[in-house]
């Protein structure tokens, strides 16, 4: 069902199971039913998410809001749902295929250059640059270096944008960007998208060229070089051309 491509799925959950909530209460059902009768729905709503993340997200949602509801704030359920709908402006429909929003550290890509040994004025991209976190930590690393950045929302390039004025950042979907004319690709994305990662960097990429993935590896590949970030995360680099990974004999 195309219509139930993610966020609509979680989108749905959480509103009917609110609705679920207040119309059981209505009916003279103790709180703590409703409750639990309204998360039992939406537990059954998280078959229509295709991955663990977006499951958990789908069955969690309802429940978190009910805390933060109940909370000395007295958020009501109507903020809440305004809240969701934030959340569908900052993050298109489209945009839900990617990591929905993974901040890279700062510091995390400080000894790049130990590995990556760059010219003044190589071209960088930060493929899904949120808020600008990638950027900014790209800049700390390679400082002589010509920046640039996509991403989907326009809140959010418009955030990072002010965040990093020493790159040039649009709105647009990283997989129709032509990566050509970059030394570097960097990403923060997800374990799903490596593999459309990897096709498209060795459609376009030029040899020599590397692409560059936080935490999250192209298990089809071989890195030409690894570091750990202080919080032990991985980031696995990889140049053109790429080096395929042997897979065990059985």
Known sequence: MKFMTWPVPALLAWGSSWLIFKG??????????????????GGFLSRFGHTPMRKALIVL???????????????????????????VLIYPRKAWRDAPLFPTPKQALREMPEH?????GARILDAGSGMGDGLLALRQA??????????MSWPLRVLSAMRCSFAR???????????RSFD?????????????????????LRRGAWL?????????????????????????MYQ???KRAQRPRH
């Open 212 to 236: 560059v993935s936080l935490e999250f590896e192209a298990k089809e590949l071989m890195p030409q070089a690894t570091l750990t970030c202080r919080d032990g995360r991985p980031v696995w």
């Open 24 to 41: 059981l209460q209505s009916v003279g059902l103790s709180e703590t039913i409703a409750l639990v009768l309204a998360a039992f729905w």
């Open 116 to 120: 990556i040994a760059l010219p003044a």
């Open 184 to 204: 570097v690709v960097y990403m923060f994305q997800r374990p799903e998208s490596m593999p459309r990662a990897v096709e498209k960097a060795e459609a376009e």
């Open 169 to 179: 950042i649009r709105q647009g979907d990283i997989w129709l960007v032509d990566w």
């Open 240 to 242: 053109i051309p790429f």
């Open 61 to 87: 949602g309802f429940p978190m809001s009910v805390v933060v509801s109940s909370s000395t704030l007295s958020v009501p359920p109507l903020a809440w749902l305004l809240l969701l709908a934030l959340i």
């Open 142 to 151: 390679y400082p002589r270096a010509e920046l640039h950045g996509v991403e």
